[in-house]
């Protein structure tokens, strides 16, 4: 048993002035109840019954069968397939509603409270705070900046990146800083590291590499929960030197691996059944990727921050990559390699066995398919980049 429902905005209406006029039979069965439809009589379902929210046309749809007595033809033929039109004055007024509301929804601008807030930060500093003697003006007002930038980074007016131009563009405007001084940072080889560091790890998660590089590993060395650390241990070192960022490591990468793994072994973040498995797995990778961090020079900002502190001091180094990997290859490869045996003495988890981590890694790889060619250009763009850090 079907019935005919038509479908359509609450402000729609029919007008007298609508361009189609239905029969005083076709009226009347609009004003009944719908009729039944019997399996014998029910012709081929009408394409195009459909609201759309821009238009007030009506047309008929694909889900809807009309019974055979409503499709009987009236005193006048008329097309079938013709849309019925609502009337000019409901149509407008409908799109000058969902124009309103598109152009609520699709605005952004500034919040006009924390901008207003943070720029008072700024100003109050710099022309109501009495100025200490030992500071100079320039100072005074490269603080009363500072302040400013600070408060909306905290209270968000706009955007991170636009405010802190605004910032920048304020101490050129007022002269605080000359625009040599102002974009000298951008000369900086750590600033960029840490602006590739981010292009890396969006590359990595958007491609899917780094799950698939876990995923094998996982496969490889995870039938056991002490070999599953080892797996996802490896796994992260081997990415460190392409993607210097243990935050976009963990968060892009390991922590869903590991959340999913947890949650199949019946371990819960936040109850007493994290023991099991999840707890070792995160405070393992916590572990071992500061030693990740520690085995390349590029796997890690701060690293590149050290480097550039020890040569203001005079210190100079001839291939840093290469230096700063056999100085720190030894303590860092043997913690890699203690650390999560260690961590499985002391903080031992109840789940010692997996068996099914291999088990799920394949299916995974399957729902993955073969490599992609953006994954093939994401290696191909981390061993050049890693190259020419090392030979560069």
Not at 29 to 42: D, E, V
Not at 71 to 100: F, G, T, V
Not at 143 to 154: D, E, P, Q, R, Y
Not at 311 to 322: D, F, H, M, S
Request: charged share 15%; aromatic share 10%; proline share 8%.
């Amino acid at each position: 048993m079907e019935s005919f429902a038509l479908y359509s905005h609450p402000s729609t209406s029919f007008a007298s002035s609508s361009r189609i006029s239905l029969s005083r039979r076709s009226r009347s069965s609009f004003c009944r109840s719908p009729p039944s439809i019997s399996p014998a009589l029910t012709p081929p379902p009408i394409d195009g019954l459909r609201t759309c929210s821009s238009s007030p046309t009506l047309f008929f749809s694909s889900n809807a069968r009309l019974s055979r007595p409503f499709l009987s033809p009236p005193s006048k033929p008329y097309n079938a397939h013709r849309p019925i039109q609502a009337s000019s004055s409901s149509s407008s007024s409908d799109e000058k509603k969902q124009q309103s509301s598109a152009s609520d929804s699709g605005s952004h601008g500034a919040k006009l409270v924390p901008f207003a807030i943070s720029i008072a930060i700024g100003v109050i500093v710099r022309f109501f705070v009495p100025k200490p003697v030992e500071v100079s003006m320039q100072a005074w007002n490269l603080l009363a900046i500072f302040l400013s930038t600070i408060a909306g980074l905290v209270l968000s007016p706009l955007p991170v990146g636009a405010w802190a131009f605004l910032g920048l563009t304020t101490s050129i405007v007022t002269q605080t800083l000359s625009f040599s001084a102002a974009f000298g940072a951008f000369t900086n080889e750590v600033i960029w590291l840490i602006v590739i560091s981010f292009f890396f790890a969006r590359g990595f998660v958007k491609t899917g590499l780094g799950d698939r590089i876990a995923t094998y590993f996982v496969k490889w060395l995870g039938k056991s929960t002490l070999g599953l650390s080892y797996g996802l241990t490896i796994s992260e070192a081997l990415i460190a030197p392409a993607m210097p960022s243990t935050t976009a490591r963990a968060g892009g990468v390991f922590l869903p691996i590991i959340k999913s793994l947890s949650l199949s072994a019946g371990s819960k973040p936040g109850d007493p059944s994290a023991k099991k498995l999840g707890s070792y797995l995160v405070l393992s990778q916590f572990q071992c990727s500061s030693n990740s961090s520690a085995l390349f020079l590029t796997a890690a900002a701060q690293n590149l921050l050290c480097l550039k502190l020890a040569e203001e001091l005079g210190v100079r180094i001839t291939n840093p990559w290469v230096s700063w990997f056999k100085a720190a290859s030894l303590p860092a490869v043997v913690a890699l390699l203690v650390t999560p045996y260690v961590l499985y003495k002391l903080f031992p988890p109840e789940t010692k066995d997996t068996p099914d981590a291999p088990a799920m890694a394949t299916k995974k790889l399957e729902q993955m398919g073969p490599v992609t060619k953006n994954e093939c250009v994401m290696v191909g763009t981390m061993l050049l980049a890693v190259s020419l850090w090392v030979f560069g």
